[in-house]
């Protein structure tokens, strides 16, 4: 028999829990408990906001299946706009319209935000309330003065549409939400507004959604690119999201049938904190049930979508924002009406449970930065955890510490930069160390092993004890430590080794008590050291270093390489060491391209050992067309989206892969020298099928052809291929249609 003391002791916990439960599912007061001044009890619209049919002339949503029902980007912001303009002098609701920058096309990237007068007065003045949940974010605001705050400050949210231009429904769904916050004037609608900032994007991809396509004009996938941000429309984007974070990030999709939103299938990242997993799955998703199931909506989840690779439009809010970071999937094969309405119902459902727990939401949020910081201190990363009762036990947990990220600033100098100030303009804190330090637990990135290691003075070090602790180990770990033996799209993707930034790497414990280290802002690492000397020295370990040598030699100038290694300043410098001759720099700054490439240059009395004259490269990118591809640097006016690489005129096939190379070529490593086919070619050119097989390679002394997956048929573009590699020319090709077949016999 139990002893009763024990039996009434659980009945007195089981009761004190349910308490709490029923507290904590119940809605809780906001900014105050009454209802704002000059609402109505019952639902009513403003009749000074227009609808979506006042201003763009038709129905919302009006289209057959699929996604030609679209309206334009132009269209989309018309509507925008005039909300805009007719909430300028209302008591109620308040907008306010920002820029962040322009389209690879040139389009306009624009976000809206919504709320009261004096929300919208105190976003970036006044109270400031941006810069303070910045501050929560970024630690130079206290948890405790966070936690302060959560009443009597208003929860950010972002509202957006996927990046995905040929799934377009969410613009539309977006501005039905904005027609209702803006014009009811009930007192619940009043109430969101008092309690939230709403943050609109409908459109995040102008150039595709206006193309009917689903990339960036230079067929990038922009939800496969929003952590590591090459794509100009993901670049801007991202510094805006560190200066406006939200409690929770919608990112409205579409699939082929069917309406799906979280709980998501397994995988989750481990490193995505408790706080957003609990909002997402124990808050928002029942309530999105809930809505749906009240209209008899079909829907799914725990299936197909998961929270794993830090580089979608929910992952990465889920990491870098703190956000409850949500993909929302609508069906296509549905009118266009339906497929509008149903992301509306989402996210009116979504602002709903918010508004009614906003205060405890908040209170959630602030919390996970500080504990990120308690993580880091203790070199601890978030152990695995799954999410849907539909998976298979854990495969594993994390299976060490990790205490802190290292990068070596006398190795692979150009990209080790552009690495550290991308996680800056993330909000990361990076250090350089200002001694030499003996540190345990040093390893190195690929090689398994932790041991003693001295970080030379000037090593930039990244600690994990950090708001942003989390994002730091989703991008940077050598091991995401998968939970299950599935994942939806790649395994793993560590932004140091996929730049092959080898020396670098983490420790597993931490430095020693009294290291004195400095924060930067700029790591700078490129210079130049002994200008003066006759001959002029730098690495080729980064592509950056590369680049500056191409640039160089576009310039005139003369560049060798070393043949042996050699050390020369304290410095040891590798084979194949760029060595310039000072003489030949006439009117060439290399102090301002070095510091453009962060590359350091060192001075030398002479040619330190034997070296190798390079010759002036001459590349061409080729396209299995027979004219180039219509692309971002060579508009076609015949096709149907004048520089969009999606969109190309009858016969040109392909030029996906082409424009990628070409993208990676002229924007991402910044090749000089890029011409058009129709002017004389340059450093960097387009080689078409027909300049192929007419033996262009040879005659006009290209010296290296790049083939991004294009395809060369057997015959004269295969055999005139083989007479330029036989000749001495560069062959690079890529992907499965990269080997070319034999060349025909003579």
């Not at 205490?403 to 303009?425: N, P, S, W």
């Amino acid at each position: 028999m139990r002893s009763p003391s024990i039996t009434i002791a659980r009945v007195l916990a089981l009761g004190l829990a349910l308490a709490a439960l029923f507290a904590a599912l119940a809605p809780a007061s906001s900014l105050a408990d009454e209802d704002p001044a000059g609402c109505t009890d019952g639902v009513g619209y403003d009749s000074a906001i227009p609808t979506y049919q006042d201003v763009v002339g038709r129905p919302l949503g009006d289209g057959p299946t699929g996604n030609t029902g679209r309206d334009l980007t132009s269209d989309i912001y018309k509507y925008f706009r005039a909300v805009k303009d007719a909430t300028a002098a209302s008591p109620r609701v308040r907008m306010l319209e920002k820029s962040y920058g322009k389209s690879v096309l040139g389009q306009d990237l624009v976000f809206w935000v919504l709320s009261t007068p004096d929300n919208i007065d105190n976003l970036d003045a006044g109270r400031k309330d941006a810069a303070f949940w910045a501050g929560v974010r970024d630690g130079s605001v206290s948890e405790a003065a966070g936690l302060a705050a959560v009443r009597s400050r208003p929860a950010p949210a972002w509202i957006t549409s996927t990046p995905h231009g040929a799934e377009p429904a969410a613009g539309e769904a977006i501005a039905r939400n904005l027609y209702e916050l803006a014009a009811r004037t009930d007192c619940w609608n009043a109430m969101r507004l008092r309690d939230m900032d709403f943050f609109l994007l409908p459109v995040r991809n102008p150039d595709g959604r206006d193309a009917i396509q689903r990339t960036s004009a230079w067929t990038f996938d922009h939800n496969r690119d929003f952590g590591t941000q090459n794509q100009i429309e993901n670049g801007s984007f991202l510094p805006v999201f560190k200066q406006y974070p939200g409690v929770f990030y919608i990112d409205a999709h579409q699939t082929g049938n069917g309406y799906f939103f979280p709980p998501n299938e397994d995988p989750v990242h481990h490193e995505v904190s408790d706080f957003t997993v609990d909002y997402i799955g124990e808050m928002i998703g029942p309530a999105l049930r809930q809505a749906f199931d009240d209209q008899s909506i079909d829907y799914f989840n725990f299936q197909t979508y998961d929270l794993f690779v830090p580089e979608y439009g929910d992952t990465v809010p889920s990491l870098l924002s703190g956000a409850a970071g949500m993909t929302f999937e609508k069906g296509t094969s549905e009118v266009y009406g339906k497929q509008v309405y149903e992301h509306y119902l989402a996210i009116n459902a979504t602002i709903d449970v918010t508004a009614q727990n906003k205060p405890s939401i908040l209170r959630g949020w602030v919390e996970q930065w500080a504990e990120a910081v308690r993580q880091g201190e203790q070199c601890d990363l978030e152990p695995n955890e799954l999410v849907s009762p539909l998976t298979e036990p854990l495969k594993q947990q994390p299976s060490y510490d990790v205490c802190g990220y290292f990068f070596r600033a006398d190795r692979h100098e150009g990209d080790t930069v552009a690495l550290i100030k991308h996680m800056q303009a993330q909000g990361v804190h990076v250090y350089t160390l200002d001694t030499n330090v003996n540190a345990a637990g040093v390893r190195e990135f690929g090689t398994g092993t932790s041991g003693v290691q001295t970080l030379p003075q000037g090593t930039l070090y990244i600690p994990m004890n950090q708001p942003l602790k989390h994002w730091i180990q989703a991008v940077f770990g050598e091991d995401p430590f998968e939970p299950i033996e599935f994942f939806y799209d790649v395994a793993t993707w560590s932004y140091p080794m996929h730049r092959g930034l080898a020396g670098s790497g983490f420790l597993t414990s931490q430095l020693p008590p009294g290291t004195l280290m400095t924060e930067i802002d700029d790591p700078a690492l490129g210079g130049v050291n002994n200008g003066a000397k006759p001959v002029l020295a730098f690495e080729t370990d980064s592509m950056q270093a590369l680049a500056m040598a191409f640039e160089l030699l576009e310039k005139g100038v003369d560049v060798a390489r070393a043949r042996d290694a050699f050390t020369s300043g304290g410095r040891s410098f590798s084979t194949g060491t760029a060595l310039v001759d000072a003489s030949t720099l006439g009117g060439v700054d290399i102090a301002a391209l070095a510091a453009e490439r962060e590359t350091p240059v060192t001075g030398l009395d002479g040619y330190p050992v034997a070296h190798h004259p390079m010759v002036k490269p001459k590349i061409g990118v080729y396209s299995q067309a027979t004219s180039a591809p219509n692309s971002p640097l060579e508009k076609n006016a015949a096709a149907p989206s004048p520089g969009h690489c999606a969109t190309q005129v009858g016969g040109v096939v392909g030029a996906a892969d082409y424009c990628v190379a070409l993208f990676t070529l002229t924007d991402k490593i910044g090749l000089p020298g890029y011409t058009i086919s129709s002017a004389p070619e340059g450093m960097l050119s387009t080689v078409t099928a027909t300049e192929l097989g007419a033996g262009d390679l040879v005659t006009k002394n290209y010296t290296a052809l790049l083939n991004a997956n294009q395809s060369i048929p057997a015959g004269a573009g295969a055999t005139a291929l083989q007479a330029f590699v036989n000749a001495g020319g560069t062959y690079v090709g890529t992907l499965a249609n990269g080997r070319p077949p034999p060349a025909t016999p003579a």
